[in-house]
């Protein structure tokens, strides 16, 4: 009997890995079960209130803006189901339990941070993982997000790892070597990014990095930036691949005006073989619902992987 099991784990483990799995990525804009949010509401924190990563708070205008109804959250079930992504990293979500909301097939790997904005994975359900340890140093001692590793089909040939990032708001386009607190923010995160990025690539793991970067990687200013910093090819694994390149940016919602991409799947050159060209996709809001319902000022950014080309031993 325990052959068997073993046998059927086993086959089920290969199948997966031998698919083309899709992979998304997610800001869900303050997302949390409506009673979190009414019980946090009394003790909100004023717009120019010192932020504080170790503490469950919600600023007065996500409190008052930002409560979903039932039916907000149904509408984002739907467009959760219709993504119908076998992996999703998640930002600006308090956890689990808030994840399943939308979720509910799926199990879930999330930051151990305190505070109610938190990234993750969600994962279907079946499909072989592990929960790898918060890279804190990303979150610059709380004050911001920290990442979250996720390894697929641990201990297999066709492993790979993952990697979820919400970066420093605030500094989209501007220069990253500028006094702007925000810019500097979002500078000092980077050696903690690009020190994963090249110890992956030094291990000859299949990687990429997904979520919001809140940066327009396409259109940085010349000197110093973060796609050069991070994609300098040193080690040679580190040379990157953007999905988004050549893209054509849609806004999520009618109404808004944004101009460029800030939420990204990134791949290392290894991981890149398995890219199923022209899988790039972004999966915009309908605008009756936009209008009506509580969504997130994001939509999902997704690609499709063949696992079994990404993690195919170099030549």
Sequence with gaps: MI???????????????????????????????????????????????????????????????????????????????????????????????????????????????????NNGFAIRRGLPYTCGA??????????????????????????????????KSGCARGPIDSTKPSCAELARQLPALEHWIDTRAAEHKPFAVLGDFNRDLQHEPAGMSVWGDIDDADPPGADLVNTAEGQTFQNCTPSQTFTGFIDYIILGRQMARGLVESSFGRAIYRPRDAQRRKLSDHCPVFIRLSVADATRPAP
């Design 3 to 117: 052959r068997r099991i073993f046998l059927t784990v086993l086959f089920a483990t290969n199948a997966h890995a031998a698919a083309t799995l899709k992979i998304a990525t997610w800001n869900l804009e303050w997302f949390m079960a409506p009673e979190t949010i009414r019980a946090l509401t009394p003790a909100c924190t004023p717009r120019d209130a010192q932020r504080d990563g170790a503490r469950r708070a919600v600023p007065c205008d996500v409190a008052h803006e930002l409560g979903r109804s039932g039916e907000d959250i149904a509408a984002m079930r739907r467009y959760a189901r219709a993504l119908d992504a076998d992996v999703v990293s998640l930002q600006e979500v308090d956890g689990a339990d808030a994840a399943r909301l939308l979720f509910p097939d799926y199990q879930f790997c999330f930051s151990g941070r305190v505070a109610v904005q």
């Design 134 to 167: 918060d890279v804190v140093d990303l979150s610059l001692n709380d004050d911001v997000r920290r990442g979250v590793e996720l390894r697929m089909f641990p201990g297999t040939p066709q492993e790979f790892l993952l990697l979820s990032v919400h970066l």
